[in-house]
């Protein structure tokens, strides 16, 4: 088998013996030099991490194996596959057997997309792990430096993207990092937690000692006690001369200055550094920040190959489309079966309208959302589900043997990926949903025409 | 009884000692009434002066340091500290708790480091606490607080004492006029209804410190500041020298500051609005030991150690005569007559005639004590319901003050004998020894 070329950066050629590597000594000169196997990085820590995440970025070192550092102490810089070996042959064996891997990958098919690149990358790494690094100038503190320099100039929403590899099983959780809130309008982390008044919410409070009268259990700010030097109950007159025997200190007050209450305990007020959203603290979304790695499906996926998804497909196109008169003929027989046979016979119409799809396409990253919703559908739908396109916003879906509860969980899910992605990219598609389940919401004389029409009306 | 009465007559005719003994007994008591009145008259001097004035309000406001001595308070320092914070005087307080002997008193020293002055309730009130971590005895915990004090008036506090929240405003008033170099402040017995030892002390408290000392304070003749609650005004403090390495360091420091007397017009006012709280012993046992600890004391500053300056020169005529008459006379010698003329009339006279004297003089007794506390209850008391009570301990006190009179003529010769304020527990001998011999 042959052996690797292998470019070394380094500013330091004579510190390694071996000749048949190709020096270089900035990042620039490595790059034009070509294409090289394996990639060594010698430089101090920080530089090399830096030259690491650049190498990523560039798709042709995406998955290539690149060792950087002389860090023995397993520092190696994150995305790099460790430390330079001591011994050259070391790093032989090790190209062979992640070229044996990436030859095994998708069937031999080089990955071509964002997530198929994901893939390969833990795919040839047996160890390798999706790591959340913190980074303070983050929205969100976290980010997952692969999927940053694998995403190129298209940004992937890494939350969204992570929930759908999850839920198509082909990752798997590790052990959890930490828990972050979030804005729920914009999706940043940077939150600042205040004390407000209860009542307007002034941000203007101060504490104001308040004293409890032993004698009649009076309780008020300090102020009414004091009268000329001396502390009187205003209650009850009676002189008050030692904290303990005749008064004490009740729990903390606060006055607002604003509309003058008083009150024991502050409201906590969450309000977004980066959008100024106000949020009470049980609004805020929690997200929980962890690696991940392939599962034990992602792997045998990748082993199998994943044809038939790469397939270019117009967004809707990868549902199964019936034209509009083959869906009214569709959902009349549904009707009327229903009508016939009751709840036996049960079945649901849901219609979505993407209000702004327009708008929403031409954004960047509108279309991944678009797909992403698809894909959703595609998945949560079943075969004998009926779609159709009735206007270029509109798309119906009859789902046969679905009741209510079935219905009501694909409307959420939809919801849920929508509001994900508003979150996350400000991107929103304004996509409202209504759904009826037969025969319950059938009005009588109700047919196809009619049903359709009325549920028209409710989501225009 | 009657028949006693009848034996009367005879006897003074008899002649002879019985006729010395009911000449001179009642002369002794009789003493005791000159200054009662001086009280009374005092307090009601204080009351009516009192009601005259109205309370203006000042503006002088100066920094105040409190030292407040600790040693095994534990927990019950932070009450003495939180009474100090909740105090309505508009000035500064700095606190300095000092802890004596802070190794082996954990406890307290954690009370104190765990002590948080709440700054937006009590924005005036400063924490300064000090650590001795060797024990060095009361007197060198003051003078360490008084050395780091940077207020214009210094309060001597002590660790179990906790105060009224007028304490502060009501001493420092005082201090308005340049010619009072200290201030003497009121204590009440926290635990009064504990047993009868402490009922009976509360009482005494009341009459002997609360409305005696408004009567003698009247007359610029207060006899102690009392070491657990007193103010001095720093400079004078510190110009005659602190407190000084001994026992009774209260009593002494009295004496010196009274020793300014003579040459400067000063006094030192009683303030019974500013009220102190203090534990006293439980049991009569616990209650004689503090007494054989502190009338030793008295006999030591009398006579060893103030003995040249009780001349009229250096107190001032006033103040001799007083120093004489109710710290000298009654305090050392009467207790020396009242027992030595008890058992010589337990030996003398037939037993009708003791009976008949000892009611007599129980009822002379008794009813100066009911005068001065019917004048303290009407005229000083700032909480007179709870003084109101201390009443059914009244018929009582009599007897209880002939017993701690006897007590103090043993307090005296054991100090005399035994030099017993060198075993004195408020401070260990190698500090006694360092200071000076009389
Ligand atoms: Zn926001
Ligand atoms: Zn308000
Ligand atoms: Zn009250």
């Known amino acids: ?460 | 009884m009657l028949e006693a009465l009848a034996v009367f007559p005879n006897e003074l005719a008899a002649g002879g000692l019985t006729r010395l003994f009911l000449v001179l007994f009642p002369f002794f008591v009789l003493l005791e009434l000159p200054l009662s009145l001086l009280v009374l008259a005092g307090v009601i001097r204080w009351y009516t002066r009192n009601l005259m004035t109205t309370p203006r309000a000042s503006l002088y406001r100066p920094r105040v340091s409190c030292i407040i001595t600790c040693y095994s308070e534990g927990r019950d320092v932070q009450n003495t500290l939180l009474s100090l914070c909740e105090q309505l005087y508009p000035g500064e307080v700095e606190l300095i708790p000092v802890v004596d002997g802070a190794t082996a008193n954990e406890a307290t020293m954690e009370a104190v480091r765990d002590f948080r002055v709440d700054p937006v309730r009590y924005p005036n009130r400063f924490l300064r606490p000090i650590a001795k971590w060797q024990r060095g005895g009361r007197v060198s915990s003051l003078n360490a607080g008084l050395s780091h004090a940077t207020g214009e008036i210094v309060f001597a506090l002590d660790g179990d004492t906790s105060f009224d929240n007028a304490m502060i405003g009501a001493m420092v008033r005082h201090f308005e006029d340049p010619s009072v170099p200290a201030v003497s402040g009121s204590l009440r017995v926290r635990n009064s209804w504990h047993s009868l030892a402490t009922v009976m002390q509360s009482l005494e408290y009341f009459l002997s410190i609360q409305t005696s000392r408004v009567g003698l304070g009247e007359w610029n003749t207060v006899n102690n500041i009392s070491g657990a609650f007193g103010a001095f005004r720093t400079s004078f403090l510190r110009h005659i020298g602190g407190w000084d390495t001994h026992t009774a360091e209260d009593l002494d420091l009295t004496l010196r500051i009274k020793s300014y007397f003579g040459r400067h017009p000063l006094r030192i006012p009683f303030e019974p609005t500013a009220v102190g709280h203090t534990d006293v012993p439980d049991t009569l046992r616990g209650f004689f030991m503090q007494r054989l600890r502190w009338d030793g004391d008295l006999f030591f500053l009398y006579i060893r150690k103030h003995r040249h300056s009780m001349t009229p020169r250096v107190l001032g005529w006033r103040n001799f005569l007083m120093t004489l008459f109710s710290g000298f006379f009654f305090q050392l010698v009467l207790p020396f007559l009242i027992v030595g003329y008890t058992l010589a009339g337990l030996v003398l006279l037939p037993l009708n005639v003791i009976a008949v004297l000892a009611v007599l003089i129980y009822a002379v007794y008794l009813l100066q004590t009911l005068i001065l506390y019917l004048a303290g209850l009407l005229m000083v008391s700032e909480r007179p319901w709870n003084d109101l009570k201390l009443a059914i301990a009244l018929p009582v006190f009599p007897v209880f003050m002939f017993f701690l009179r006897g007590w103090g003529v043993i307090c005296t010769l054991n100090e005399m004998f035994r030099r017993g304020h060198e075993e004195t527990s408020m401070a260990p001998w190698w500090v006694l020894r360092r200071g000076r011999r009389f």
């Open chain 1, 1 to 460: 088998m042959q052996s690797p070329s292998i470019g070394c950066l380094t500013r330091d050629p004579g510190s390694f013996s071996e000749s048949r590597w190709h020096y270089a000594s900035s990042l620039n000169e490595l790059r034009e030099q070509g294409e090289y196997d394996v990639v060594l990085v010698d430089l101090d820590a920080a530089d090399a991490a830096d030259v690491v995440f650049l190498l990523r970025c560039d798709a042709r070192y995406h998955l290539t194996l690149i060792y950087a550092g002389r860090d023995r102490t397993g520092n190696a810089p994150e995305l790099s596959d460790g430390s330079i070996p001591t011994d050259p042959n070391a790093i032989t064996e090790a190209w062979r057997k992640w070229h044996q891997r990436l030859s095994e990958f998708n069937r031999g098919r080089y990955p071509e997309r964002f997530d198929e690149y994901v893939l390969a990358w833990l795919w040839t790494r047996p160890e390798g792990r999706l790591k959340p690094v913190r980074h303070p100038h983050h929205a969100q503190f976290y980010y997952y430096p692969l999927l940053s320099a694998f995403a190129d100039n298209e940004p992937v929403n890494e939350m969204v993207w992570l929930q759908l590899m999850m839920e198509q099983g082909w990752l798997e959780r590790g052990p959890l990092t930490d828990r972050i809130r979030l804005c729920t309008h914009c999706g940043s982390a940077r939150l600042n937690y205040v004390d407000v008044c209860p009542d307007c919410h002034a941000l203007e409070i101060a504490r104001e000692p308040s004293l409890h009268c032993f004698t009649c259990g009076h309780v008020a700010p300090q102020d009414h006690f004091l009268k000329q030097g001396l502390m009187l109950c205003p209650n009850c007159l009676t002189r008050l001369r030692h904290i303990g025997s005749d008064y004490d200190r009740p729990l903390e007050n606060y006055r607002c200055r604003a509309c003058q209450s008083f009150f024991v305990d502050a409201e906590v007020e969450v309000r977004c550094l980066d959008c100024d959203t106000h949020h009470t603290p049980d609004e805020l979304r929690i997200r929980e920040v962890r690696p991940y790695s392939l599962s034990e499906q992602g792997r045998l996926r990748c082993r199998q190959g994943f044809s038939g998804e790469a397939q270019a497909e117009s967004h809707f196109g990868r549902l199964n489309l019936v034209s509009a008169n083959a869906f009214t003929n569709l959902l009349n027989w549904q009707i009327q079966q229903s009508r016939r046979y009751g709840e036996t016979a049960h079945g649901s119409l849901v219609l979505l309208r993407f209000a702004n799809l327009g708008e929403a396409l031409s954004q960047e990253r509108g279309t991944t959302l678009l797909d992403s919703l698809i894909d959703r559908i595609r998945e949560t739908i079943r075969e004998t589900d009926r779609c159709a396109r009735t206007r270029d916003e509109l798309l119906w879906l009859l789902l046969p043997h679905t009741d209510r509860q079935g219905m009501d969980r694909l409307r959420e899910r939809l919801t849920e990926l929508n509001r994900l992605f508003r979150e996350q990219d400000g991107i929103h598609i304004d996509l409202r949903t209504v759904g009826i389940t037969l025969p319950e919401n059938l009005l009588p004389q109700e047919d196809s025409d009619l049903l359709m029409a009325r549920l028209g009306g409710e989501v225009s």
